[in-house]
């Protein structure tokens, strides 16, 4: 079977501040992990994916995240915070092939100025 | 700008009543899902579709929730009847097959919130 860990529900950060929003995983396999972000009243949106390849991965809006194998870890990261990105933040993750993602509970993000 | 759209974007209703909440997923999409997001459980997957056809419909309660594909240009999930414990946004995405089946990325409609009084 295959979940997701978010162990936080709320991450509070100083604006120009770095952000870590953490996800551990676990599949029996290769995983597929990515990351969604809402705003309010808005749908998911797709921020990032590690496939294979490079464990660092970019993605959109200056974010970033590592993939940890030995710490079955992706955790998202931002150097610099910004107001605006405060959001509700998703990990997920699948097993290679055509199943569906399974999704974390989402961990709050808040960005004071 | 393609988006996945959901019709109605609110919903309140009486319980007992019948619910249907509409989604329009991606022109050449073809696996389509509902998720349905509340504080308590987060997101959780209903039912997805690849092909109009039903893959797993697992997490969602066969005996008041149903899904259907009528065409490739819509998705409609069904509740009947509705209880306050399904008051939620109810959300669609929907994947191509190079995006989804290769990659794993998913469009998500802007939901319906649904309130069961």
């Known amino acids: 079977a295959q979940s997701v860990a978010q162990p936080e529900d709320q991450v509070n950060v100083a604006e120009g501040n770095p952000l870590t929003v953490k996800c551990t995983y676990s599949?029996?396999?290769?995983?597929?992990l990515f990351w969604y972000v809402q705003y309010p009243n808005r749908g998911l949106q797709f921020l990032l994916k590690?496939?294979?390849?490079?464990?660092l991965v970019k993605g959109s809006y200056g974010f970033e995240a590592e993939f940890n194998k030995s710490q079955t870890s992706f955790h998202l990261k931002k150097p610099s915070a910004l107001v605006s990105d405060s959001a509700l933040y998703f990990c997920?993750?699948?097993?290679?092939?055509?199943?569906?993602?399974?999704f974390g509970k989402g961990t709050r993000l808040s960005v004071i100025a | 700008d393609a988006r996945v759209t959901q019709t109605p974007r609110d919903k309140v209703t009486e319980m007992g009543q019948e619910v249907t909440m509409r989604c329009q997923p991606i022109?050449?999409?073809?696996?389509v899902f509902w998720y349905r997001q509340t504080m308590m459980q987060g997101l959780e997957l209903l039912a997805y579709?690849?092909?109009?056809?039903?893959?797993?419909d697992s997490g969602m309660p066969k005996d008041r929730f149903s899904a259907e594909m009528p065409d490739a240009t819509l998705a409609t999930l069904k509740i009947q009847p509705s209880e306050p414990r399904d008051s939620a946004v109810y959300f669609c995405?929907?994947?191509?097959?190079?995006?989804?089946?290769?990659?794993?990325?998913?469009?998500f409609g802007p939901g319906t919130r649904l309130t069961v009084l």
């Open positions: 995405a929907s994947g191509s097959p190079e995006g989804f089946q290769m990659l794993g990325e998913q469009f």
């Open positions: 599949v029996s396999g290769n995983p597929y």
């Open positions: 590690y496939i294979t390849g490079d464990n």
């Open positions: 997920a993750v699948r097993l290679s092939g055509n199943t569906p993602l399974v």
């Open positions: 022109l050449g999409h073809n696996t």
């Open positions: 579709f690849r092909n109009r056809a039903p893959l797993d």
